[in-house]
């Protein structure tokens, strides 16, 4: 069994979702609310990951962060060092990997507040932002814990945009899949085994969960 | 005059023509068959909705103006909105509902005992009947220590015995605010009620024949009459 793995795996899928939560809120805000050129073209952009095979997204991830890509080279004059084969690396890939998982039910849960009540917050003298924070964020909890949840399962099960951004270095982005597929490879099917039995009942239960929510907001609960 | 409107303003079935004005402390109402543009109106005041053209002045201050591109967004209009349909905060009680942008919030307390919904202040609007939630709504417009107050039907969707009180509420009230209350309802009773002033609304224009009209019977020739006359007859037609 690597522990080291699965402390990776969590690591990583913990950082997504935090990361995600914050960045994702108010894209989704945009999608759902506001009207500006191009909206299409980036809302298509976001939920590319969804449609593009993982090491396709890894290949022009490698291009971006490695030593002559933008990225990479833009990192390497701040600190000196590289994004490619390291928890940072990986944590972007998984990053843009999962936006799509955590945008879409945010911005579904958006769309659900009734606007009237929104016009309501703006008579009584609240900015847009204020009215996001006091009014559409408490009554979208459903919504973004959904979002959270899908996004932590999301990142748990990455598998090709890591391997091809990271590679597989023990404790650093050796991730749970990783070690299941290279205990696969190496005939070791008890390890394999057995680490693929974590991931079912975790998967399941959170799954569960965001039935339980779902169908919650459905009833209005 | 505390407000002065003269705007215009394309709609799908008709053209908006209005002019009105309203003093301070003084109730307007808004009167006319459904789908007026007495709504579209309230929401001209309030901000929420654009004339195509045309000024919007209140206490001096000019908050729509189309030959000057001047347009005060509705945060800083500072007015008190009653909504047709129920639009308090689900996730908030009825107190931090009424508080929610109070301007002194000791003064809450005090408006839901006013109101009659000081023994519900801890619930949440879906456990509380549909009168008190708009008793708490117009709780919350007056928190804010409007300029104005506009209340678009905000008793219609209540049962009638409920209506009727929150009607004599408000009108005990009124004498009490020293500021503009303009108030739609396409019910004559409720304006005759209500009212100081009345302002007839017909397909976006002012029509002062319009009351007179609905009330007034039926002319004693044609064929109303002779329905009225002979029951077999309109039966059979």
Known sequence: ?221 | MALKLKIKKRLHYFDMDLFLSCDDGRMLVLIGPSGGGKTTLIRMLAGLSLPDEGRIVFGGETWFDSSRKINVPPQRRRIGYVFQEYTLFPHLNLHDNAAFAAVDKKEVADLLELFGIAHLAGRKPHLVSGGERQRCALCQALARRPRMLLLDEPFSALDVITRRGLREKLKSLKRKFDFPILYVTHDIGEALFLADEILPIVDGRIDRGWMQRTITPEPATGYPARATREPRLALAY
Not at chain 1, 108 to 117: E, V, W
Not at chain 1, 122 to 135: D, E, I, M, Q, T
């Open chain 1, 1 to 221: 069994m690597d522990y080291l793995s699965l402390y990776v795996t969590l690591k990583l899928a913990m950082a997504t979702t935090v990361i995600l939560l914050i960045i994702a809120a108010p894209i989704a805000y945009a999608l759902a609310y506001l009207r500006f050129p191009g909206k299409s073209l980036f809302e298509a952009l976001i939920y590319l990951p969804i449609a593009l095979p993982p090491t396709v997204m890894g290949f022009y991830l490698i291009l971006a962060m490695g030593p002559k890509g933008a990225v990479g080279r833009a990192w390497g004059a701040l600190t000196g060092g590289s994004l490619l084969f390291t928890f940072l690396g990986i944590a972007v890939a998984s990053v843009l990997y999962s936006i799509p998982f955590a945008v879409q039910p945010m911005k579904a849960a958006f769309l659900k507040i009734d606007p009237r009540l929104l016009e309501n917050a703006s008579v009584l003298g609240l900015s847009r932002l204020a009215a996001f924070v006091r009014v559409v964020l408490p009554n979208s909890a459903s919504g973004i814990i959904a979002a959270a949840i899908l996004v932590f399962l999301h990142s748990i099960g990455a598998f090709g945009v890591l391997i091809m951004v990271g590679g597989s270095v023990p404790g650093v982005t050796k991730v749970a899949s990783i070690a299941v597929y290279e205990a696969v490879e190496a005939m070791d099917y008890r390890t394999a085994g057995l680490m693929s039995l974590c991931f079912i009942p975790i998967s399941y239960a959170f799954l569960l969960l965001v039935n339980r929510l779902n169908g919650d907001s459905k009833h209005g609960a």
